[in-house]
């Protein structure tokens, strides 16, 4: 498996931007989809965005459509996350997770937080006026 470290995270306005970063550890990154998780305070963890091992599968959750982009790096081990047209219901801890198995064919249906088994500690992103 890989260890995740996400970073990028901090205090913006609505419509700003922001870049948030996971950044792996190991030989074996580029085996495993990653996908981006937020949770809010009193809520459950929800689905941003996933790239899968290869490259070709992108998936969205449908409240981010339109403004955020996942892109992976396998060469510097890492998964960027742009956001942009940030509004103050995006406000939540960032959190970036491993598939549980390597080379896992995506499918709409597999994004919830228990086909990922390696998670990172999390970023905040908090957007308040």
């Known amino acids: 498996q890989v260890q995740l470290v996400e970073s990028g995270g901090g205090l913006v306005h609505p419509g700003d931007s922001l870049r948030l970063s996971c950044t792996a550890s190991?030989?074996?990154?580029?085996?495993?989809?990653i996908a981006w998780f937020r949770q809010a305070p009193g809520r459950e963890r929800e689905f941003v965005a996933a790239v899968n091992w290869r490259q070709n599968q992108k998936f969205y959750g449908d409240s981010v459509k339109g403004r955020f982009t996942i892109s992976r790096d396998n060469a510097e081990n890492t998964v960027s996350l742009q956001m942009t047209s940030l509004r103050p219901e995006d406000t939540a801890v960032y959190l970036c997770?491993?598939?549980?198995?390597?080379?896992?064919?995506?499918?709409?249906?597999?994004?919830?937080?228990?086909?990922?088994?390696?998670w990172g500690q999390g970023t905040q992103v908090t957007v308040s006026s």
């Open positions: 190991g030989s074996t990154f580029s085996r495993y989809g």
């Open positions: 997770a491993a598939d549980r198995l390597p080379f896992t064919a995506y499918s709409s249906k597999h994004f919830t937080p228990g086909n990922f088994g390696s």
